[in-house]
Each structure stands twice: as C-alpha cells, then as structure tokens.
C-alpha cells in the first residue's frame, strides 16, 4: 500500500507542475521586430517618400526652359537664309510666362520682316493666359494633387502598418495559444503515463483489477493522439511566425526552438485592456480610411476645376521688348517704342469633350461621397460588433477561469476519493478529462481576446500612429 499512495502523490504532483519559461518574446518586442525588420514595414516607410516624387515631377512643370533654334538653306552655292534663335523661357505660377532670347537672321533670301541688326536682335517679355489657364492650368493643378497625395501617403502608411502588426499580433497569439495547448497536452500525457505505470504496478500487487490497466491505456493512447495532432499545430502557427521574423537587415529570421511566448500567468495577472464603451462617432470620423477618401476627394474637386476651366476660350496676350545688344549690353539704346506683341484666341465649337470631362468628374464626385458614406456605416458596425465580441470573451474568459479553477479542485477530491477506495478510474479520468479541457479553454479566449483587441485597435488604425 505504501507503493500505492506513493504512486499516486507523484501523480497528484505531476498535475501540479509549472512550466519553465525561460527565453520568453514578449509581444511588444515581437511587434516591434516587425516594425524593423518586416519588408512590409519597410515598403510602407517608402509611401511618403513615393508621394514626394510626384512633387518634385509636378514641380518641373515650372522648370525654366533653354531652347535654341537654328535653320539654315544652302543652294547653288548661296545662303538663302539663316534662323538663330536663343531662348530661355521661365513659366510662373498665374498663368505667366516670362522669356527673353536673341535672335540672329541674315542671309541673301531672308523674308524682310526676319531682317535683325547686325548684332542680332534681343527680346524679353510675358505671355499670359487671359481665358482658359487664367485661373488653373494643368501645371498649377498637377502640383496642387501632388501635395493632396503627400498628405495623403501619411494615412496610407499608417493604414498599411496597421495591417502588418494586426496580422503579426493574430500569429503571435496563435502561436501562443497553440504552445500552451501543447503544454497542457504534454502534461496531460505524462500523468497518463503515470497512471497507466500505477495502475500496472497496482494490478500486480491485487490492489486494482487488471481492467483499470486497459482503461489507463485507451486514455494515455488518446491523450498521445491528441499531443502529436497539436504539435502539427504548433509547427504551422510557428512557421505563421516566422514569416513576420526579420533582421533590420533583410535577413530572414527562423523561432529558436527554445523560445517561449508571453507567459499565461502574466495574462493571469493582468487586468482586461481598456476598451471605449461610448459613442464611436467622432472615431469614425477621424478614421484614416474617410480621411484618405476626403483627400481624394479634394482631388476631385481640383480636377473639377480644371476641367471647368477648359470651358473656357484660350486667350494668349504675347508682349516682347525689342533692342539691338550694343558691346554685349541687351539694354543699350533701349526704347519702349520698339516692341512686337500679338494674340492668338481659339474654342471648339461644340465643346463636347470638356463638357463631358467636367460630368465625369462630378460623377466621381457622387461616387467618392457615396463611397464615403458606405464606409463609415461599414466602420461603424465593424467597430461596434469587434467591441460587443471583445466584451464578451472578456466575459468568457472570466468564466472559463472559474471554471478551470473548480474543475482542478473537483479533480483533487475524486483523486482523494480514488486514494480511499470510494472512486472509480472512469471517475478520475472525467474529472481529468473536464480539467484539462478546461484549462486548454482558458488558453483560447485568453488568445481570443487579446486578438479581439488587436482588432479593435486595428478599426481605429491605432496599433500604429
């Protein structure tokens, strides 16, 4: 007998037993390996950088321009004519052009108004744009959604690492979930094999009948079973994390297989993540989402201008000074009496084409508004149903860890009544069983809540600002 209750207080102390839990990845450290290393990081930081380009290209359309324009004729051993003409021309930013330039034309066939002094000819002046480009043009309004889309990338930067640590944080707690399940498993196994070696040292001394060796058998073949299908589940959701494992570098990084995930005592001990339980509309309205909308939508509104303004005729006023350079001077004997302008005006007929250009846009406009709204009702129910979920689990939660709790005491009474002789083997392995089973449900809603939450956070794009 001494045997017997030996056998069983090593029983009773391997249901017991703590895991070690050394070479833990906390979560926050783990996110913020992401955040370094993760490529997808990476192309995000590159957004705001991207948008910036189509400032600077946008920019160029207000480029000073050098042009030099040079025809010459040669037949029958004469020089008809010759056409020099240098020019550097410096759009601005209403619609106003500055240029100035010298022209050189000589030659024996020369068209008497191309006639220039001998020093050639210099210019300088403005053309203007008094109809259509007055008010916006196409480089004025090309830069004008450039900066739009700065401000913009901002948003969709953040949008994006919201999206990596989400999916990041849903692996992380997968992996825990499946660890400690693995845990439970184990432990799970070594006390049926524990059993199944007592109830075999028991049989042989007449104290159980030979049956309760076959029982411990059938329990410690399921619970084996059931511990190699979960570690099949373990390697999936610990090559999950993997993926998200990166040096700064680039280099990819593979989970030591010592490596432990936040230890579930901590969770134990921790009090329920805050979560807001009042009106969600001023977090709807601030989402990055409506606000990547209503910056497309100042888009929109540019372009509309825009395409109004080609309703308008072109009008272009030119105005140029004109001097014979003395000495390299273009402002020798400069008179305002010597001068050549003109103006050049033009309009469709029918006006088809910018008419059409002008709905389209406000179409999209419509489009862009009823999108905006979708959205935020789309939002709105997503923020408040991940809310109801997360309050909810937390219940759970709550409750499954009462019930662990109870079903571990209910256990050490039927091993207690087992030790007596009151009980049966059928009785310690459903108490067993409702234990184990117990604990593996804590484990889940206390990886189901912290994903709530994560997802929570993620419907506000505030894991990441």
């Known amino acids: 007998m001494r045997n017997k209750f030996g056998i069983l207080g090593l029983l009773f102390c391997a249901l017991t037993s703590v895991w070690s839990q050394d070479?833990?990845?906390?979560?926050e450290a783990f996110m913020l390996q992401v955040l370094e290393g993760h490529p997808l990081a990476k192309q995000a930081k590159l957004i705001p950088e991207f948008a910036q380009t189509y400032v600077l290209k946008a920019r160029g359309g207000f480029d000073p321009k050098l042009a030099y324009d040079l025809s010459q004729k040669y037949y029958g051993d004469k020089m008809y004519y010759s056409l020099s003409?240098?020019?550097?021309?410096?759009?601005?930013?209403?619609g106003l052009s500055v240029q100035t330039g010298l022209e050189q034309n000589r030659g024996v066939y020369l068209d008497p108004q191309g006639l220039t002094p001998q020093n050639g000819l210099w210019y300088g002046g403005l053309s203007a744009q008094l109809g259509n480009g007055l008010l916006i043009d196409e480089r004025r309004a090309e830069l004008q959604k450039a900066n739009v889309y700065v401000q913009s990338s901002q948003l969709e930067q953040r949008l994006a690492?919201?999206?990596?640590?989400?999916?990041?944080?849903?692996?992380?707690?997968?992996?825990?979930?499946?660890?400690?399940?693995?845990?439970?498993?184990?432990?799970?196994?070594?006390?049926?094999?524990?059993?199944?070696?007592?109830?075999?040292?028991?049989?042989?001394?007449?104290?159980?009948?030979?049956?309760?060796?076959?029982?411990?058998a059938?329990?410690?073949?399921?619970?084996?079973?059931?511990?190699?299908?979960q570690e099949a589940k373990l390697a999936v959701a610990t090559?999950?994390?993997?993926?998200?494992?990166?040096?700064?570098?680039?280099?990819?990084?593979?989970l030591n297989p010592a490596t432990q995930p936040l230890a579930a005592a901590t969770l134990v001990g921790q009090a329920p993540k805050p979560i807001y339980t009042g009106a969600i509309d001023s977090m709807v309205a601030q989402h990055p989402y409506l606000g990547i909308l209503d910056y497309k939508l100042d888009v929109l509104a540019i372009e509309k201008r825009y395409n109004q303004e080609q309703?308008?005729?072109?009008?272009?006023?030119k105005y140029n000074f004109l001097n014979e350079p003395i000495q390299y001077n273009p402002l020798a004997q400069f008179s305002i009496n010597d001068y050549k302008w003109g103006v050049s005006a033009q309009m469709p007929l029918f006006l088809r084409k910018e008419r059409a250009a002008v709905q389209q846009t406000k179409l999209k406009i419509e489009q862009t508004t009823f999108e905006r709204?979708?959205?935020?009702?789309?939002?709105?129910?997503?923020?408040?149903?991940?809310?109801?979920?997360y309050l909810n689990a937390q219940k759970q939660l709550i409750i499954f860890t009462e019930n662990a709790a109870s079903t571990k005491k209910l256990l050490a009474a039927e091993l207690n009544l087992f030790e007596t002789g009151e009980s049966s083997?059928?009785?310690?392995?459903?108490?067993?069983?409702?234990?184990?089973?117990?604990a593996l449900k804590v484990f889940e809603y206390q990886a189901k809540c912290e994903q709530l939450w994560l997802k929570w956070e993620f419907l506000q794009a505030s894991l990441v600002r």
């Open 23 to 27: 070479n833990i990845m906390r979560p």
């Open 85 to 94: 003409d240098a020019q550097l021309k410096v759009p601005t930013w209403y």
């Open 161 to 216: 690492l919201n999206e990596l640590v989400l999916e990041a944080g849903y692996a992380y707690w997968d992996w825990y979930l499946q660890y400690n399940s693995g845990q439970v498993l184990r432990e799970a196994l070594a006390v049926g094999a524990v059993r199944l070696d007592a109830m075999r040292q028991m049989a042989e001394l007449g104290d159980r009948p030979v049956i309760d060796t076959v029982e411990a």
């Open 218 to 229: 059938i329990q410690y073949q399921t619970r084996a079973a059931a511990l190699a299908d």
């Open 239 to 254: 090559a999950f994390l993997n993926r998200y494992l990166w040096k700064p570098d680039g280099t990819p990084l593979e």
């Open 311 to 317: 309703l308008k005729p072109q009008i272009e006023l």
């Open 373 to 389: 709204q979708d959205r935020m009702a789309e939002l709105t129910a997503k923020m408040l149903s991940a809310r109801a979920e």
């Open 425 to 438: 083997l059928f009785m310690v392995n459903m108490r067993e069983s409702a234990a184990f089973v117990a």
